[in-house]
Every structure is written in structure tokens, then in C-alpha cells.
């Protein structure tokens, strides 16, 4: 590795946050909560992120308060008994200097009555109950059902800013329930949530401008979104960048600080003719600062993870260059910190060859 780390170690300010360096912890999921209740070694989990140069941590997904939001009763809950586990972590985070946001989830068809799920008699909720696309499963959501759940995402926004974080971030990817009304795919509904491009964005634009009600102008507000879904790996919300402009264009007008941009592999180009990834065109086409994240730091995208193979560590060379020209703002860690607390640490101090590799038996350990 030949260039200069300096461009990951820039201060950035998100709507008043001051982050001390440009490094996230990605969201997730670790199912490492019994009870849906995050204990003591969740919060030293992430405390470890913390003092070891990590510039802010976004939680793993944690599930809003609606009786099927949650696809696994070990995933931590963001409502009642779960918010004093939620408090200690941030304490704990706080503690030493760090940064923390949860993300606030909610998993709509993704979630399988018959697994290992609270309410299992109580079938899956999306936009057409659909869980992947033509297979449907359950009714469409109603729209006091709707309403229900945009009220839990603000609830639960709330919480978080009184609990002391320091911002939220919306989950809004990878085919979860924001994504399904995203999603033409699996929203085919024909009233005012469904259609056309913008009146698919409603329940998004609701849940956000909601959660603003509730928390404010000053507190930093992040979307995760992405093209690709798990149900589906080639779709895309907007095949080409005037969509995608009009897309993201009503949802920062709603309320968002900063987009987050997931993509399998972060150097792919999002479009033809531009080496822009995904973030870069979300931070061109909207002013708004953005996040890149997809195979930070490591050989193999982050599906094969699920699928038994590892991954070596890699350089950073074209993340420092994208960095340093200003394509993108921050940039997510995954796999890399899951595996290795002091990733950033080592980063910093150019310890590249202490850097782990990820084996997917990491998935089942807190480091």
C-alpha cells in the first residue's frame, strides 16, 4: 500500500455530529441478543469499535416496535425492556470517546413466521405480501397497519435521542420493509403507496418525515439504501442517474442528512460512462453528504460470507484515491471490523500486515 491513510483520518460533520475521522462500523446483524434485549458484552462489543479509532458505529439492526417487525427473537429489540440495554451500550460507547447510532429495522416479508420469530401465528407484513417477487404470502398491509408502523419508526427515533445517541440511521435496503415499498418488485399496490417512482416513496417519505417531527432539525439523520436486493441481487430502484436523482431528490427534501449506499463491491461504477460508484452519484445528485460501503478492506463481496468462504485482507488503495478526490464522505466497514476491533487502529498506524482476514465462523463471536 502506497498512499497516504491521511484522508480517512479528515474530521466530518454530519448536521452537528463532528466525527473524528471518516471510518464507520457498518450495521450487523449478529442475533447475539437473547430476549431481543442487547446485554453487557454487546455493549463492550461495540465499545472495542469505539476506543480503537472507529469514527462512528451504526448498530446492527434493531427492530421498531410492531408485533412482526423482528425475523429472529436473538435480534435486539429498539422498544421497551430492550432501551436500558440500549442505554448501557451507549454509555459505554460515549465512555471513551466514541460516536453511536442504531439502525432502526423493520424486516416486513423477510420475516418467516415459521423460524424463530415472536408472534409466529401472526403472518409477515409488506406492501402486497409478497416475499419475493409473483410469490405472495400474506395480505397487503392496510394503511392503518401503515400508519402503525411509520408512528413505531418515530417512537423509536425518539428514544434514541433521548437515550443520548448520537443520531439514527433508517434501514431502507436490501429488500426490508422500507425497500419492499421501494421496491416496484414487491409493491404492486394501486393506492396512494404504490405505482409510479414517487408515490412508492411515500411510506419512506413518511417514516422520515416523521422521525423528523419527533427528533428535530439538529439531529443527523441517515438512509441506508441500495439498488440490489436480497431477494434479488440485479435489481435496481433507478437504472440510470435522472431517476436516481429524482429519487433521492424527494428524499432529502423530506429530511435525510446523509445517504448511505450499499453496494456488494464499493469500487463497481453505479452507471455506465462514470467511474462513480453509488455513493458518489448520491452525493453529486443531492449536495447531501454519502457513505460508501460493499468489501471494504477484503477479497470476497459479503454473500459468500453466508455461503461458507473467507475472505483475505486487502489494500485500500482505491478507497484512499476515491476519498481524498471527494467522490464519497464516509466510508463503512463490515466484515473487516466484525472480525478485528482494532481495524481502524491498525489502519492508522499503517500495521497493514496485522490486518485479519474473515473466516466465516466470525459471524458467531463477539470480538
Known sequence: MSRSVAPLFRPFTINGLTLENRIVMAPMTRSKSPGSIPGPEVAAYYRRRAENMTGLIITEGTTVNDPVSSMDVNIPNFHGDALKGWKRVVEEVHGVGGKIMPQLWHVGMARNPKGNVANPEVPSAGPSGMSKPGKQVSEPMTKAHIQSVVDAFARAAADARELGFDGVELH??????????????????????????????????????????????????????????????????????????????????????????????????????STLNFAGWAKKLTGKPSITVGSVSLSGEFIGSFQGQSSEATGIDDLLARLENDEFDLVAVGRALLVDPEWSRKIHEERYEALMPFKPEALATLY
Open 172 to 273: 431502507g435496503a436490501h429488500g426490508y420493509l422500507i425497500d419492499q415499498f421501494l421496491w416496484e418488485g414487491l409493491n404492486q399496490r394501486d393506492d396512494e403507496y404504490g405505482g409510479s417512482m414517487l408515490k412508492r416513496e411515500r411510506f419512506a417519505i413518511e417514516i422520515i418525515e416523521a422521525v423528523r417531527r419527533e427528533v428535530g432539525k439538529d439531529y443527523p439523520l441517515i438512509l441506508r439504501l441500495s439498488q440490489w436486493k436480497q431477494q434479488d441481487y440485479t435489481a435496481r430502484l433507478a437504472p440510470t442517474p435522472e431517476l436516481l436523482g429524482e429519487f433521492l431528490k424527494v428524499l432529502s427534501e423530506a429530511g435525510v442528512d446523509c445517504f448511505h449506499c450499499s453496494q456488494r463491491r464499493f469500487w463497481e461504477p453505479e452507471f455506465e460512462g
